[in-house]
Every structure is written in C-alpha cells, then in structure tokens.
C-alpha cells in the first residue's frame, strides 16, 4: 500500500531501566487512527532478531499491522541473553503488548512465533488476559518436549562442557555480528523444566493456531508438531491445523518464502471464516 510505514520503535523496559525492547512497527494505514486497530507480533527465536529468516517477509506479506522486535540479549536490544530464561521473555512480550496498547490503542490478533518464540507464545497465550483474547497463533518449530533438547547433539556438547569447564561457551553470529554467550547447568535445567503441558486443558478455547514444521528438523523433532495438533483439536470452537513441510529444516532454509505463503494463506482462509481442524499440505488440491 502505498501508505505503508515502517517505524523503529525503543520501548523502556519496565524491569530494567538500562533495556530498551527495540523493534519495528509496520503500518498499512499511516495517517489512520490505530485506536482499535488489530495488529500482529512477530517473534523471533533462539540467538535470532527481528529480521532474520521469515520475520520480516512475512510482515511484508500481512494483511494487518505488525510488529517484531528482539528479545533482551538479542541483537539491538541490550540486556542479558540465558538459555534457561524463558520467564524474562515472558516479560519482554507483555512490556511490548502493554506499550502497543497504551500508546497506540492496538488490539493484539496475531501472534507468529518460530521456535523459543513460539513457546513464549503459548505459555503468554494461555496465562495471560490479554492472551486469552488473541484470535490466532502460528506455532513454527515450536518445542513440546523440552528434555529431547539433552539428546540432540548440541546437548552433548553442553554437559561435555559442563564437566570441563562448569559451562559452555556459544560463539554464534547474529545480523553479521560475532556474539559469546555462556551457558550454565542451571540454565539448561530450567529451559528442560519449562512446561508445555498446559496446551492440553489451558490454552484458549477459541484461539485458531496453525502448526508449521519441517520435516528434516534436526533442532526439534517434527513429531513435537503432532503433539501440538493432538493437544489443540478437541477444543471449543478454535482450529488446528497441521502443515509438515518436506524437506524444510528448523529454520525452514531456502523455504522462507514458503513460509510466507502457508500463513498468508491460512490467513486468508480464516478471514473468509472456512478453517477447520485438519492437515494442509500447501500446493496439493485438498481443504484447508
């Protein structure tokens, strides 16, 4: 559109004066009032930010406002980052929905969460008022089974580390910058004991959730995604629906348009009111 703006936003942090949660605001509408207006978060997971893989495309894509930003520890936004400190995400997400809600008068309809993302997500939906309220959710990559992360073999490498050294050190690039981050024992022991139980009989009863995930995961199992799709099926009047993507590995590689295109269409099919509970598989005639 061709009143579409992009804004940086640098939201204060409430439990930490020292932090900025810096992110962007997509716009379709500049020059109209966003008082009531529904708009869509975008999280990002693991050592990501707000631009990397799918996140920005798919804000590109949306037929609604958006915004993505990173988490403390993340990219632009300072902090400290831990493995095990999914709580201080919690915290993060609902500083943005608050600021989104005082200063612009947004109503929070979408969230789209790739891998720690989306396990923020669910426990944020499922805990919280304002979650209780949000229309639809997209699950890429999400974990259920917290403690398979001790078989993969960046959970070998840690505890070998672990009896080394007391920690691990992680050198990763983030948006083409070198970044340490130490992870401790403890910080795996809490991230293993995060639980994803709740989905079964807490989750929001009308909540459409659109389950992405790829086939060739190494990073999370594609059966977590099944889990998923067992837990949230049998409820009320919200959706579930199943997409494995062939193929497509945990951060969907070479698939981002893909990507793009599965949640735009689901989109599209609830804004017509058509989603039921099932599978999809993109490109292959069939329901949605």
Do not use: C
């Amino acid at each position: 559109m061709a009143d579409h703006v992009s804004t940086k936003l640098y939201i204060q942090h409430p439990a930490d004066p020292a932090i900025q949660l810096v992110g962007i605001l997509e716009q379709l509408e500049h020059s109209e009032s966003t008082q009531g207006r529904k708009i869509a978060l975008i999280l990002h997971g693991t050592m990501g930010h707000k631009d990397y893989l799918f996140q920005r495309r798919l804000a590109m894509k949306l037929p609604l406002d958006s915004f993505r930003f990173d988490f403390r520890g993340n990219h632009e936004t300072g902090g400290e980052w831990r493995q095990g400190a999914l709580a201080d995400d919690l915290v993060d997400l609902q500083a943005v929905v608050d600021y989104l809600k005082i200063t612009y008068g947004y109503v929070i309809e979408l969230l789209v969460g790739h891998s720690r993302g989306s396990i923020i997500a669910f426990r944020w939906l499922a805990t919280t008022e304002d979650g209780q309220k949000v229309g639809a959710f997209v699950n890429a990559s999400g974990r259920y089974r917290m403690a398979k992360i001790l078989e993969s073999p960046s959970g070998t490498v840690w505890r070998e580390a672990f009896a080394a050294h007391g920690h691990y050190t992680w050198n990763v690039t983030v948006a083409r910058k070198k970044i340490t981050a130490k992870i401790t024992p403890q910080d795996l022991e809490n991230f293993v004991n995060w639980d994803t139980s709740f989905v079964w009989d807490a989750f929001p009863p009308s909540t459409d959730v659109l389950t992405l995930h790829g086939l060739s995961d190494k990073t999370v199992p594609p059966y977590d995604a099944l889990i998923y799709g067992r837990a949230l099926s049998n409820r009320t009047s919200g959706t579930h629906t199943l997409h494995l993507m062939e193929d497509a590995d945990h951060n969907f590689t070479g698939r981002q348009d893909d990507v793009v295109d599965a949640i735009t269409q689901w989109w599209d099919v609830r804004q017509r009111g058509d989603l039921k509970t099932g599978i999809w598989v993109a490109g292959i005639k069939g329901k949605l």
